[in-house]
């Protein structure tokens, strides 16, 4: 959800824009000097910021699974956001209408499961989860085991919210053949096997991860990582979708050696009806892997 704070940033900054925008008609007969270097024109919508393309990847037989991607190539100095865009921001989404008989994996919000690549952590004003320059995002889908003939098309939409000094929505949508895949050497194919290869694997099972000093409105997460971690290694945890639960302080928590605890304050009320359980990617860093972990909060 965008914070109050960042709606009112937009606010501003959209109507900084349109008073650039007024001063340059002001100045639009007076030719610039010849060789004079040309400003970059900012963005003025989110679409304009960011170029989305969609693809199916995947060998498009009855009973198997394909994936749907979408790549968003960003402008230079912009970013969007992951599931969970930390303190400000909004999550990029993916919501697909596929044809019957086709299956894919739900969140717990009933929206499409979303394969992520493990997100920069930006830190300016405030701390933020995303992507800058371009990054793939993918839907797996599993096909009828009988496909009728003729085209097979989902229909295909996503939105955003990318962001500088302003931020701007940005939406699109399309339709996608899913008996046309691309070729498995096109740059499609390409970026998106390059963008599975960041998503969080599973946390090994030598990780322990647990919650301890639970009371009706706060726990601690306690992670422990195996002797194989150095004992000086710093690493980060990043919460994902945490419905009714929150870090006691800060947006992500940061490790020096094996062990990690992470006070929480617990809201049930606003769980979204599900039982509580905290989700979070464990990040090692450039080269060392990022590892996804889901644990439960006991009742009481």
């Keep these: 959800m965008i914070r109050m704070r960042s709606s009112s940033l937009v606010a501003i900054s959209v109507a900084g824009v349109l008073v650039a925008l007024g001063s340059s008609r002001v100045h639009a007969q007076s030719l610039p000097a010849q060789g004079a270097k040309q400003t970059a024109r900012e963005p003025r919508t989110g679409e304009d910021a960011v170029k989305v393309s969609w693809a199916v990847i995947g060998d498009a037989k009855p009973g198997a699974t394909v994936r749907i991607a979408a790549t968003y190539d960003i402008v230079p100095n912009w970013h969007i956001y992951w599931l969970n865009a930390g303190e400000s921001g909004a999550p990029t989404e ?7 008989g086709c299956t894919v994996a739900k969140r717990p919000n009933g929206r499409p499961k979303v394969d992520f690549p493990v997100p920069k952590v930006f830190r300016k004003s405030d701390t933020t989860f995303g992507y800058e320059s371009s990054v793939t995002l993918s839907v ?8 009728p003939a003729g085209g097979f098309t989902a229909k295909v939409r996503s939105s955003w919210l990318v962001c500088k000094e302003m931020c701007l929505l940005g939406r699109n949508e399309s339709q996608v053949d899913l008996l046309k895949p691309a070729a498995p050497d096109s740059v499609a194919a390409k970026s998106l096997a390059t963008s599975l290869a960041l998503v969080p694997k599973p946390l090994p099972a030598d990780w322990k991860v647990s919650m301890t000093d639970v009371s009706a409105e706060a726990a601690v997460l306690v992670i422990e990582a195996p002797a194989a971690v150095a004992a000086d290694a710093a690493w980060t945890m990043l919460p994902a979708e945490t419905p009714g639960i929150f870090l006691e302080s800060g947006y992500l928590a940061e490790a020096k050696g094996r062990s990690l605890r992470v006070p929480l304050v617990l809201s049930r009320e606003i769980s979204e009806g599900r039982p509580l359980a905290f989700t979070g990617v464990v990040d090692l860093g450039k080269n060392a892997g990022s590892f996804a972990f889901s644990v439960p909060v006991p009742n009481l």
């Design 94 to 100: 993916i919501e697909l209408e596929l044809p019957e």
């Design 140 to 147: 797996a889908v599993t096909l009828p085991s009988t496909i």
